[in-house]
């Protein structure tokens, strides 16, 4: 991701578990992700 904008900040999701950061995908609540590795949703970060 080398073009972010100004003033934009940049939001991840982090899974609670193994506090493993994910990329947020635009317009999907991070709670409609999961983590691979606990299977378990993700939180904003
Ligand atoms: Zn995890």
Redo the contacts with the bound molecule.
């Keep these: 991701m080398g073009m972010q904008r100004r003033g934009m900040p940049v939001e991840a999701c982090i899974?609670p578990?193994?506090k493993?950061e994910y990329p947020k995908t635009r317009g999907t609540p991070c709670r409609s992700q999961t983590?691979p590795?606990?299977n378990?949703p993700l939180m904003g970060k």
Excluded: V
């Design positions: 899974c578990n193994c493993k983590c590795d606990c378990i």
